[in-house]
């Protein structure tokens, strides 16, 4: 549903908003309400704000807990948050932006934009960096000293230096180190700093009056204190140099009124148009002709197999979360303070207790029915690398070993399961990894400091083709 535009005018205006609020919305956002609260005192939250938009209309936008703890100030609707990994979405939607354009094209190699690139990343196009499906890696403090100012000249060379992982397109592994060549192509195409273009033509046109790249130096109005969690106590986060926090991977702050303005925008095609937007929600096609749940700067999954678009986002104490659902029109968006804070699982369980088809699985009780092989037995077999035979061909792929070895770290602490059924979607044209998915089937994993979720998408016969997981 969409409002008109005097209405979301009249929306935009209501303060810690709600607006154009049904009976069955305003009883479920006392819940949502209650439940988030209850969330900030389990995960030890200092300040978190939360936004929920039903079409244009923004049903909650609030602030719970507390912006800065040393001066005791609240979190509200206002207060800003560096973006993490969600700023992704809007470089994604500027490079297709600028290749609906014509001033770049998705499948030209990198190095024509970026010659200082080795031989051996030739193949890399575009698409590759916009999918985390070039095989860069990701930069780690071995290369770069997070407490050192570089230029983007200097990060460029540093990580010109990296091998590829994998070859372009044949498999999938998240890459911060391709967004942020991104952004370097940006200035190489525009001239600009891509924060400047961001303004220009992202955050001004939508009206998201207080997005922008990450300034220390500047006087930000509503500017959250982010903390870390570390030996059980509350900290300031670490510092990280400057130059560190301005590249286009994610250096953002954000409101959840400025999400809010991007969400409606995105109703709308406005930036991107509705062709870019399409391909930016398109699944990754890989060489092998499989695909990956990610198009550009967004994850392409399901929630109890209905669809869910969204992204995550953790860097320097913060935490951030956007979830949209298209058959309900439904999008739900938390950004957090602590490192150690969960938002996708507030942003997946408010869109669960706003829509009850979405309950999100770890909620769900324990089942007597479930996959022919218990999930943890699966996990140990793949962890172990001993499951290759009974995976479909594209999750066996996929399962290299440093994936199993993350699995395998995953379950280490675990000590009970519990099977929680599956869900049938055999009619909902799901598919993962090149498998058509007739059920996805879910195991709540338990441990002293462990609350695990897993869940396996299965093709015809029970045949296991994706694994994902998620802490709650």
């Not at 996959?371 to 290299?400: C, V």
């Not at 099977?419 to 044209?429: P, W």
Request: charged share 20%; hydrophobic share 40%.
């Amino acid at each position: 549903m969409r409002l008109t535009s005097a209405l979301f005018a009249m929306a935009a205006l209501l303060p810690e908003g709600v607006a154009a609020q049904s009976a069955s919305d305003r009883a479920a956002l006392d819940s949502v309400d209650r439940y988030v609260r209850a969330e900030l005192e389990r995960q030890r939250i200092p300040g978190m704000s939360v936004a929920v938009l039903r079409g244009d209309s923004i049903l909650l936008s609030r602030g719970y807990g507390f912006a800065n703890l040393e001066h005791r100030v609240p979190a509200t609707d206002s207060t800003i948050y560096q973006s993490g990994s969600v700023g992704k979405q809007f470089t994604s939607a500027a490079i297709v932006t600028l290749a609906r354009e014509g001033k770049l094209g998705l499948d030209d190699p990198i190095r024509k934009y970026l010659p200082e690139a080795p031989s051996g990343w030739a193949r890399i196009t575009v698409r590759h960096l916009l999918t985390h499906t070039s095989g860069v890696p990701d930069y780690t403090a071995d290369l770069v000293d997070f407490r050192r100012d570089y230029t983007e000249e200097d990060l460029a060379k540093l990580y010109a230096r990296l091998h590829l992982d994998f070859q372009p397109g044949t498999t999938w592994s998240y890459s911060n180190t391709g967004y942020a060549l991104l952004g370097f192509i940006m200035r190489r195409v525009t001239g600009r700093f891509y924060g400047e273009y961001l303004k220009e033509r992202v955050f001004e046109p939508l009206g998201m009056r207080t997005a922008r790249v990450i300034s220390e130096r500047d006087i930000v109005p509503n500017r959250a204190a982010g903390y870390e969690l570390v030996d059980g106590e509350i900290r300031n986060q670490a510092w990280v140099s400057p130059s560190l926090n301005t590249t286009a991977d994610g250096s953002l702050y954000l409101t959840v009124n400025d999400m809010a303005r991007w969400a409606i925008g995105l109703n709308h095609a406005r930036v991107p148009d509705s062709i870019g937007l399409a391909q930016s929600w398109t699944p990754v096609r890989l060489n092998d002709g499989g695909t990956y749940p990610y198009g550009f700067g967004w994850r392409l999954d399901d929630q109890r197999g209905h669809p869910r678009i969204g992204h995550g986002g953790s860097w320097q104490g913060f935490r951030t979360s956007i979830q949209r659902y298209p058959e309900y029109a439904l999008t739900v968006i938390a950004l957090a303070n602590l490192d150690a804070a969960r938002p996708e699982v507030v942003t997946t369980t408010i869109a669960g207790i706003l829509e009850p088809a979405l309950l999100p699985p770890h909620l769900l009780p324990p089942s007597a029915g479930g996959p022919p092989e218990p999930i943890e037995r699966l996990l140990a077999d793949l962890a172990a690398g001993k499951a290759q035979g009974k995976l479909a061909p594209g999750l066996r792929t996929f399962a290299s070993k440093s994936v199993r070895e993350e699995w395998g770290r995953s379950i280490a602490s675990v000590t009970h399961w519990e099977n929680l059924g599956c869900d049938t979607v055999g009619e909902r044209g799901i598919s993962r990894l090149g498998t058509s998915i007739e059920r996805i089937c879910y195991a709540r994993g338990t441990g002293a400091d462990s609350r695990l979720l897993v869940s396996v998408a299965y093709g015809r016969g029970w045949q296991p083709a994706e694994v994902d997981s998620y802490e709650y």
